[in-house]
């Protein structure tokens, strides 16, 4: 089945640490999307790739990285830096064609402890 | 920086009830306007308004979109339970993939 995958879906984070959140798809799609979603609110773009090796900074991409390796990958790295980073993660992919729409992974809950 | 508004951030209504849901933007070289609902993690899509579709209809929902005004409603006739559910509106620039603004969507709860 064709699809994206978000690992894990729950993550518990200590002050001070860098955590991972996997992104993973196979429907074959050049763009990739990472956005954050807080409480009763909408979705806030982080980061986002358009091809391999590339990737471009979304509206509050401060205390965040990503790479784009391999076009199937879209990592989320939160880092030290960012100083809430407590909310729903959501990734999401998009094929290159005109007028397509995205497609979200089940997201991971990041939670800090 | 494009921008995307919804309104009413949450409404509650009555099974059977009609609602409209509003989306307004502001986005360089608009393209499309796509319409999602999250009913617990991931947005599914529902319809997407480009200039050559200013209006899209399914079932029991339908979307219309102002270019003139640079809006969109949503609209939900005889309201399920099923239909509760944050429903998101996102804008998409001329330019392909790039960045796809979201609103901050609207919460809809329908009580029996």
């Known amino acids: 089945d064709g699809g994206i995958t978000q690992s894990p879906k729950y993550l518990f984070r200590k002050e001070g640490q860098n955590v991972t959140l996997s992104c993973e798809q196979n429907l074959n799609h050049d763009a990739m999307y990472w956005y954050r979603q807080d409480p009763g609110q909408g979705l806030r773009l982080i980061y986002y790739s358009q091809i391999v090796n590339d990737f471009q900074k979304g509206d509050i991409a401060e205390g965040y990285s990503v790479s784009r390796e391999k076009k199937e990958s879209f990592p989320l790295t939160v880092t030290s830096a960012q100083k809430n980073p407590t909310a729903f993660y959501l990734c999401a992919s998009k094929d290159r064609g005109v007028n397509t729409e995205a497609f979200f992974g089940q997201g991971t809950r990041l939670t800090v402890v | ?112």
Request: proline content about 4%.
């Open chain 2, 1 to 112: 920086e494009d921008k995307v508004v919804q309104s009413p951030l949450s409404l509650v209504v009555h099974e059977g009830d009609t609602v409209t849901l509003n989306c307004s933007y502001e986005v360089t070289n608009f393209r499309s306007l796509l319409w999602y609902k999250q009913e617990k993690k991931a947005p599914t899509f529902l319809f997407m308004l480009t200039s050559s579709g200013i209006e899209k209809k399914s079932g029991r929902l339908s979307s219309i979109l102002d270019k003139k005004e640079l809006s969109s409603i949503l609209n939900i006739t005889a309201t399920q339970t099923g239909d509760s559910a944050i429903y998101l509106c996102a804008v998409e620039p001329l330019r392909g993939y790039q960045k796809v603004t979201f609103g901050t969507g609207t919460k809809l709860q329908v009580i029996p």
